[in-house]
């Protein structure tokens, strides 16, 4: 049995990306916090293209997270899949329907006038 590495902040973001581009996560924006916020190290914010997609999405991140960090992330909004909020402690993750997001606008609150990190 292998031991799990300590996350930090900067892997934990690299496997969220990973993650989240392997299931064809869209519009995927990464957001610095250092500095903005005392909840996390950074956002992530993704889309998928329907609610099914969301939450699987999700849970299959969740599930890596615990596997290869044995972090247990928070999740709230699975079940209805319109927008999935996922807090790892460090990285604060939100999945959404194109229009859930388009209606809350996360990126403008957190990053004004910022282009989306690629």
């Known amino acids: 049995m292998t031991e799990k590495r300590a996350p ?3 892997g934990l973001l690299q496997a969220v990306r990973t ?3 392997e299931d064809k996560g869209e519009d995927i924006v ?3 916090l250092r500095g903005k ?3 996390g190290d ?3 914010i993704a889309s998928g293209r329907s609610t099914r997609q969301v939450s699987a999405m999700a849970e299959k ?3 890596k997270l615990k596997a290869e960090f044995g972090v247990l992330s928070k999740m709230e909004g699975k079940d209805a899949g319109d927008w999935v909020l996922i807090d790892t402690g460090d990285v604060i993750v939100h999945i ?3 229009e859930v997001r388009e209606f809350y606008q996360l990126e403008k609150m957190w990053m004004p006038g910022a ?3 690629s």
Request: no cysteine; proline share 8%.
């Open 19 to 21: 993650s989240l581009h």
């Open 115 to 117: 282009a989306p990190a």
């Open 30 to 32: 990464e957001i610095s």
């Open 37 to 39: 916020s005392e909840m």
């Open 61 to 63: 991140l969740a599930d």
């Open 42 to 44: 950074y956002m992530v």
């Open 96 to 98: 959404f329907r194109p």
């Open 8 to 10: 930090t902040s900067d």
